[in-house]
């Protein structure tokens, strides 16, 4: 019914950008909040950063003030711009949303804990 398609993921230098994004499918009434998170290979997932509907947001401390997360509510997409990358930020990202309501039919149903299929960022040093 919803899915979350991420994009933007690749092979960049250690000091080089990339902007994810990841929108949302499906027809959509709101989505609560969205963010950012990533697995490295053996360690857990962690959250990188995370912005409700109103555009507060919050980060992870190792990426404060190299990484911006935004929304376009208007098409149910999040971004991360991330600037500044280095090696250590080496993972797949994953996009989440919490509280999705869309619609099935003329039905309105309400979904929790959204993923999407996450999208590989490699920085080389």
């Known amino acids: 019914q919803v899915q979350l398609v991420e994009s933007g993921g690749g092979l960049v230098q250690a000091g080089g950008s990339l902007r994810l994004s990841c929108a949302a499918s499906?027809?959509?009434?709101?989505?609560?909040?969205m963010g950012w998170y990533r697995q490295a290979p053996g360690k857990q997932r962690e959250l990188v950063a995370g912005i409700t509907s109103g555009g507060s947001t919050n980060y992870a401390d190792s990426v404060k003030g190299r990484f911006t997360i935004s929304r376009d509510n208007a098409k149910n997409t999040v971004y991360l711009q991330m600037n500044s990358l280095k090696p250590e930020d080496t993972a797949v990202y994953y996009c989440n949303a919490d509280k999705v309501i869309y619609y099935s039919g003329s039905y309105r149903r309400t979904e929790y804990d959204y993923w999407g299929q996450g999208t590989q960022v490699t920085v080389s040093s």
């Open positions: 499906g027809i959509i009434f709101s989505i609560n909040a």
